[in-house]
């Protein structure tokens, strides 16, 4: 199965995020995520031993919020992601190295790209023209997620961590 970890975006907030019309084929608001780290092809065996490992790391970890500053496409040539861009604030970034980190025990290769926090709101087949709308828009973090990226494109949530005091 194909997997990824990544912070769920609350209904409300993918309700204002989503609420301009996309300049693109919108995702659907519950597969609204930003993504931690691309795990690919994964069988249960593989994600078995890595589940007490992250829950581990992530419930010793605090809640936080991120920062969402804009709409707009990627900044490459030929962008066709539309997303909400996020601050790369300490708290994201420890977040993300500690489970680069679990990962990496585990054999796990990291990413070879920078990571660039968003939340993907739309793809386009042609590169995307359109404005950008600034935030700030704010995501709380209360929980990490396993999830499986079925053929079927609606996302399932194969494991939640909650973060320490996501009750706050």
Known sequence: MRCFIGIPVPPSLASTLTATPAPARPVPAGNLHLTLAFLGERSPAQLEPLIPALKAALTRLPAFTVTLTTLDAFREPGARVWAAHARREPALLDLHRQIWDRLGLAGIDAEPRRFLPHVTLARSAAPLQAEAKPGPWVLPVRSVMLYESPPD????????????????
């Open 153 to 168: 494109g609606y996302y399932r949530v194969l494991q939640d961590w909650p973060l320490r005091n996501h009750g706050i």
